[in-house]
């Protein structure tokens, strides 16, 4: 594809499922990056990985969020037993070098009820 | 870490007037500094960086000023059109691979 892609587009879950989040970067970039996006606010950074490596995992409010990227292109981050402070948009991005353009996909919008 | 502050959080403008953002950031190290532009359920996309090496970067009607002794910068859209209306985030690193945004300022362009 041309761009990222992400799925699902957008997602209601109830208080205390599990939610699992999907990002398709652009085909050889190397870096990938998880960003979530409170209404009206800025992307605040979740976590990095350099191909399969999970560099930096530091922006993960709390255990209850895990991402991976097992082979180094698609990447799925999980949010477990989810409560109403994790509705958000949540914005995948990737770029071909850590200190190059990022490029982002159109998010998923997750709402916890 | 980084903190970047950005003002106005709205901006609204007639047609054709030009429009400014401005953005201020709290760690000297910081050397590269994007802008984002997002349009309604759209995803946001680069318009316009700059690095700490030049203190003014231009492209068409879009300008951008670095001041690293203030460590603050500015976007300016000049002859603004209806659809320059979206959110402008700013962005500040170090030049490792972690961005810090600003909240954003929604731009209203009124025609």
């Known amino acids: 594809g041309a761009g990222v892609s992400q799925s699902p587009r957008y997602k209601v879950a109830k208080r205390g499922q599990d939610v699992a989040l999907r990002c398709d970067p652009i085909?050889?970039?190397?870096?990938l990056f998880w960003y979530q996006q409170a209404l009206g606010q800025g992307p605040e950074f979740l976590t990095y990985?350099?191909?399969?490596?999970?560099?930096?995992k530091s922006g993960l409010p709390s255990d209850r969020f895990f991402a991976e990227r097992p082979e180094g292109s698609v990447s799925t981050l999980k949010i477990q037993r989810t409560q109403q402070e994790d509705s958000a948009v949540y914005l995948c991005?990737?770029?071909?070098?850590?200190?190059?353009?990022?490029?982002f996909g159109e998010g998923s919008r997750l709402t916890v009820l | 870490g980084e903190n970047v502050e950005q003002h106005p959080s709205t901006l609204s403008v007639q047609e054709g007037d030009s429009a400014v953002i401005k953005c201020t950031y709290s760690?000297?190290?910081?050397?590269?500094f994007p802008w984002y532009k997002q349009e309604l359920g759209k995803r946001p996309q680069l318009i316009i960086d700059i690095r700490s090496n030049v203190g003014e970067k231009k492209d068409q009607r879009i300008a951008v000023t670095l001041n690293k002794t203030a460590k603050h910068f500015s976007l300016h859209i000049t002859e603004t059109q209806p659809e320059d209306s979206a959110v402008y985030f700013c962005a500040a690193s170090s030049g490792d691979y972690k961005l810090s945004f600003g909240a954003g300022t929604t731009v209203t362009v009124r025609a």
């Open positions: 991005a990737s770029s071909l070098v850590h200190t190059g353009e990022l490029f």
């Open positions: 760690d000297s190290a910081s050397n590269y």
């Open positions: 085909s050889g970039h190397v870096s």
């Open positions: 990985f350099q191909n399969e490596a999970q560099l930096d």
